[in-house]
């Protein structure tokens, strides 16, 4: 079983990057969803993976709770907000597809630059993680600037804290599991009121268009 | 003979000379344009005849109105007490001090222009303004000329520099020009001819007159005195500076119990002041006021050019 | 008087205008009994430091307090004569203001408006008594505070103008000061002004040029010295009379005081071009503040571009110390600043006349503007009578005090002008004689067309008209000032003798004319008791002369006469036209533009119309210094505004940006 | 023991307070109890290692040093003050028909959880504690942000919870990387990321990681602080929160981040060896910091936006204070003191003005001396205790500050006087035209509301008081037992010996 999944890591790790990657040209809001809680599953496995190859314990209910948290729960809860608050299908963004997509890769090109020069790479657990933890985390950050709706914003915020997640793996493979937990119920929660205050401003403003979100300047 | 005693004789002198002083004036100007003139002594039958005329006083005027001519006069008659006009080395010459004697001239005129001001016309209003301007703007000129006799002379007041003056004019030239500049002021100062026409009542060209349109019976005859006083003031101070001491008239030969000469040296002096006065007035004409800028700074250009050449030569 | 009874009565003047703010805190009819305990304290503040320089002790220990790191209070004979000037205009200011705030109409806030004049005055009071950094700096911003509140007193949006104007140019000018004064503690923090008498000895010679920059900009800019004194004459007039008066008065001489106990007891010998650079701003403020001061139309503007003036003059002084210390002539340098501190006193005692004969006017007339005024004179003869004397010592006119102070520095000047030293310096001093005396011409001329047109010839308004004389409380301390000038005229040897030139003082009681070089003052010694006496003399006699002569004693009071055409007071000569000579031949100085607006009264002909002529006396430092420099900053300011832009993708990407940046420099 | 009573309380009261049995105004009531309470457990807890008579208590994951106690005494003090002002707030604004019920519950649920999240970053002694509190803060401030649901409030709140998650998010990656450095230094698991251990162990911990673990918690928790590049947040929150809660973001949450930032410099210093390095961030963005509000407080119209402009300055003052040197902290610690004080009072002031006039924008206010002088005249104060005029404690801190400054960085002294200036000249001229200045086209108030005398109310009392405070602070720390205490405050944080 250790082998297949020592096999199957490689897999897991690159499907959870061209899920992000793929994520920035695709402006429907049901597919960015569906990559996102794909990308968490990878997420999972590859922590699952992590636990089986280090016998460290306390990674599988983080396994677990990714899984169901991050591939199940969130997903739907979004579904159902954008759903309800009746928000377009089609998401606005400043770039159209194959810039964006264009904007990824070079985004990809840059993290393996910075990658020689992170002091710590060579004594990460395992390089690979690093690096795609880095680059999940860039491409979140590219989905924010560039896209321009509401919702978009808060799937690039999820996207970072996958990779922030995907990163604590490479570092410091075990925390608490009372830090852990509260980390992870606080992303929870974070995610929860965004979605919340995105369904109020699509019923306040009518679009989910961050443009009649400008009124507050000096 | 005291100190004392040379001062009493000075005063009587020059405070007796002063109407007889314009009257000279008026009459030499007269003769050179070939008018018979009235005769010289007719200012002291005019002073005699206003001081026994009624005033009339406009309702507009204040208190200070009736103040000004006693100052006016009163700076005149401290002007003749401490400057050595007749003789030097008098008891009050301690006192002549370049700067308390501008300073006493700026008096007498700020008050006169403020009696101008009093009597709420436009004239009064007019030449006020003009004095005003001529004698604040006529300051740095006096200062340069004074402080170059000082530094030539080594005295800062006035009678120590008659004393060395005038032997000094003949060591440095340079004194000349302090001397024509003094001639400039002396003509703003007393409203004579390139600043101001004494003689006229037109509006447009009279500057002191102006000022005392408003005046009748014994003020205006003491404001005219004053004026009269002033003059003579101004005509021996002059005189004196360039007098070389060699002379007999010079002021300090009075010590030498030469009394008689000295007496006659400055009736002589008077005369010959008030002729080259009157000289000068009819053969030059009155200069627009707008332009008295240019006069007033070639004045002070003058007196400068003297004070740096006495200073660096 | 023992040194322990002094310093008790310093405290008891201190303690005294803590006690009046206070007791003004309790409102309106705490009103009487506020001002007296200020006007109290004040007095006995006035006599104990006067009491103290008599008696020429050293230096007086007041109190020390563990405060400000344990801080000591000391009084010597330098702050004691400001802290005279300081307690004796106070008094009197706060005695005129029993009468003046009540009756004005400008709508005070009375409790508020008295306990920040006592504040304003503890604060003068404290700058005089601090002798270290911390204290010094408290007080100074508790002076300048205070005074920013009572510019605004009336809450009037022109003065809120003017009140924030003057804010700004004071926060500017305590931070210059507070970094002069760090600057040159080299790293004590909480130095005393010993220590930092020491450590300025050592500190390197750039960073001694930067002090005295930074303490001239401060000390100057509230001094109201020329290109930073566009504040002055906005925020004088806008602040209530007395304290107006106590602002030019007494505040620019605390500044002045800053100014010379930091060259003289601080700061070591400086080389000469910074004695040039006090001189040159010290004759530009004359220059300039004479020259607005004769063209002003309003009352309290003139009157604030004259403090300028005679700011100007005291820096000139100053300034020509400096440069006769750089150049080896002491006996020039000892005469500038004893000049210098004789005018600050004769300058504070006539200035707040001034302003509050002024405060008294405008009260009266209800107008700040000249063009309103007139015939008072003859309404108020008291107070036009003290108005006069204040006049003619503004002007610096012979029987009076301020002639002395201004007499001393120029003879000490054309004396030296013989001295056997080079070039350069007798052309500055040339340069320097001949622009005071032409600042103080100007100054002669502003002060006469202050007092005649504002008094003299027929009422311009109805206000005019109904003018009375102002309540006796108002009048006398403007009365008393006057006296005190006319003493000053008499006893001005007494008074050199009292600000510090004891040994120059010659025996027979006689001005100091000191052997500076070359000209023999022998003959030159004047005692101005004898020339007050003569004047006098002279004056009886010409009145016995007039009263012997003509026995006329019939008047007959007419109109004026108008050559047939009857004349109102419309015709009179008003302020503009009286200064416009001068404001014609100085006009390449000063920009002034007027237009002339003719309409033909009937529309077929052109020739016959009714012309009005707009006159705009615009500040040249206003239009080419200070709006270039607020219009650059309101600019910047719209343009760092577009970081708020509103955009959250804008936001995200700063995040990021500043993240990637401090990685690639920290890195 | 007192801690965890204190922290039971912070919790309980929410809950108590949702629940619909417990009526309304009782739930005001309560508020304040709950505050009081708090209060009263940490300053017990707090003043005896604040006034130095016992060293530092370490109780498992809290930790109480000098620092710790001086800004959970602060968060507690600010905390009781809105509980107290929010009674009069909410009190006229359930009067006046603004807010429903539900809402005034929802403000108080959020309310406690605030506090209590504020405490458990300031006395938590792990970082993952830390960074949970923080996002707690941010997550309980957004409901309040978003408190009015209308006109700005929304828009404010979305670009708060967003910007500031994304800023400590990169805290997060930061603290994991301190973790790693802390694996990779030897030490042993169960305390990777406890701040006491770090510091002793600080010297195995490998200098490289270190310097990219500071640089990432600098930006990343320097959002919530709201340096400059990051401040965006900052004016949009404070302006439309409820003043009460627009005193307790600006007057302590923005201490408590700072103070985090601290705490990570210490450990930083000790790894690197020396302070030089990190005191450059603190520099360069502290400059930043006071320029920027600088120019936009000379145009700024709302008072609101105002005195939150005025609060990204202050922070700028205190990180180029912190970046003069070791001494620098000395300053730094009074000056949180002093503004937390000023801060609070001048929006309690600003919720005054808004409670009856409704608008924060100065073109549509008659002049408030005139129809509320007591405001207008605490208001004042306030303005000049901010400034740092003689008497509050910021003159005293802001002296020492420009003491240091010249003598180690002359020229970056200067430009930070230049742009105090120019703040002070901002402030003052709105504050002016505020008090005195009525917009011609003011929208006036009914005239029944006009007429009367304005009352007393509760939020002057709290006023006076934090003036007071501020007042006796200046004397305080002018006095060389004030210095002393600042001094010993500002070492526990020092990695350096003062």
Known sequence: MIATLAVLEPLFAVVFLFASVLAMPTFRVKSLLRLYACSSIALALLIFSFAVRDASGHLYPLALGTLFVKGLVIPALLTNAIRRSGASERLQSSLRAAPSLFVTVAALLVTALLIQHLPFAASAASAHVLYLSIAVAFAGILMMVLRRDVFSQMVGFLFIENGIAAFSLATIVVIPVAIEVGIFSIVLLAVSMMALLSHKVQELYGTSDTASLRELTD | MSPLLLTVIQAVLVLGLAPLTVGLVRWFKARLQGRQGAVPWLPYVALATMLRREMVISESTSWVFRLVPFVVCATGVFLVLILPLVSTGSALSAYSHFMLVAGVLALGSVFLVLGGLDSASAFGGMGSSREMTIASLVEPAVFAVFAAFAVASGHATIDGMVQTGGAALLVTPALLFSLIALVLIALAENARY??????????????????????SGPYLAMVEYASA???????????????????????????????????????????????????????IVKMRFYRMQEYLSLAFVIALAGLLLTLFL | ?????LSFAILASLAGTVFAALVALLGVRAHHFAHILLAFSGAVGAVASIAFVVQDFEVLEIASVRLFFGMTFALDVFSAIFFAIVGLVSCLCSVYAIAYVRQSHEGYHIASLNAATALFVLGMQGVLLSTNVLGFMAFWELMSITSFFLVMADRKPASIKAALFYFVMTHLGAAAILTGFFVLAQGTILADFRTLAFSAQVIPAPALALTFFLFLFGFGSKAGLVP??????????????????????????????????????????????????????????????ALYAVIERDIKRVLAFSSIENIGIIFTMIGVGAYAFANRLPGLLVVALLAAVFHCVSHALFKSGLFLAAGAIVHATGTRSLERMGGLAKRMPLLSGAFLVLAL??????????????????????????????????????????????????????????????????????????????????????????????????????????????????????????????????????????????LLACLGLVFLLRRLLSDAKRE?????????????????????????????????????????????VVATNPWICRRELFLNLRSVWMDYGYLPIARTCLRAASIVRRVQSGSVQLYVAFIFLALLVTLVIAL | MHLTLAFLALLATPLFSWLPVVPVKAVRGLGVLAASVAAGFVWTTAFPVLLGRVEMRSLGIWFVDPMSALVASLIVLVYLATAVVSVRYLGHERHERLVTDRQVRLYYVMMHLFAFAMLVTALANHLGVIWFGLEATTLATTCLVAFYAKDGALEAAWKYILLCSTGIALGLVGILMVGHAAAVGGLQHADFLYLDTLRMHASSLSPDIMRWAFVFVFVGIGTKVGFVPLHTWLPDAHSKTPSPISAMLSGILLNVAFVTILRFKGVTDLALGGTEWTEKFFLVFGILSVLLPGFILLIQRNYKRMLAYSSIEHMGLLAFSVGLGPLGLVPAVMHMVGHTLAKSALFFGAGEILLRWKTTKLDHLPAVFTHAPRTAVLFLLAILGILAMPGSTLFASEYLMVGYGINTHLVSTLIVLLGLSLVAVGMMRHTLALLFEGAPAATEVPPAVESVREPWTLTHAVMAGELALLGAAGVFFLLPSGLAFATRVAQSISSVAL
């Open chain 2, 194 to 215: 390139p600043v101001d026409n004494p003689a006229t009542h037109l509006e447009l060209t009279m500057v002191h007159e102006a000022m005392v349109l408003e005046y």
């Open chain 2, 229 to 283: 006083l002033r003059l003579t003031v101004f005509l021996l101070l002059l005189a004196n500076f360039t007098v070389p001491t060699s002379f007999l008239f010079h002021p300090s030969a009075w010590q030498t119990g030469a009394t008689a000469a000295v007496l006659v040296g400055t009736f002589l002096k008077l005369l010959l002041g008030s002729f080259l006065l009157a000289l000068l007035e009819t053969s």
């Open chain 3, 1 to 5: 008087m023992d040194p322990a009874f």
């Open chain 3, 228 to 289: 930073f004194h566009a504040w002055l004459p906005e925020a004088h007039p806008q602040a209530p009379s007395h304290i107006s008066a106590l602002m030019s008065g007494v505040m620019l001489k605390v500044a002045v005081y800053g100014f010379l106990r930091m060259m003289l007891f601080l700061i070591p010998s400086l080389p000469a071009t910074f004695g040039l650079v006090i001189i040159g701003l010290g004759l530009a403020s004359a220059i300039f503040g």
């Open chain 3, 393 to 534: 010592s503004a002007a610096a006119l012979p029987p009076f005090g301020p002639f002395y102070g201004e007499w001393m520095f120029l003879q000490s000047l054309v004396q030296s002008l013989a001295a056997p030293t080079d070039g350069a310096v007798t052309g500055v001093l040339v340069l320097v004689l001949f622009a005071v005396v032409l600042a103080s011409a100007l100054a002669i001329f502003a002060m006469v067309k202050l007092f005649g047109i504002a008094t003299l010839g027929a009422p311009r308004s109805e206000a005019a008209e109904k003018a009375v004389e102002p309540p006796a409380s108002m009048n006398a301390p403007i009365l008393l000032l006057a006296l005190l000038l006319a003493w000053m005229g008499v006893f001005a040897p007494a008074l050199v003798s009292l600000v510090g030139g004891k040994d120059l003082v010659s025996a027979a009681n006689r001005l100091p004319a000191i052997e500076i070089v070359g000209i023999r003052p022998d003959a030159s010694l004047v005692v101005p008791a004898a020339v007050f006496l003569g």
């Open chain 3, 556 to 600: 007959r009071s007419y109109h004026t006469w108008n050559c047939g055409q009857p004349i109102d007071a419309s015709m009179e000569y008003t302020a503009t036209a009286f200064s416009a000579p001068i404001r014609f031949f100085f006009r390449f100085l000063l920009r002034t533009k007027n237009t002339v607006v003719a309409i033909p």
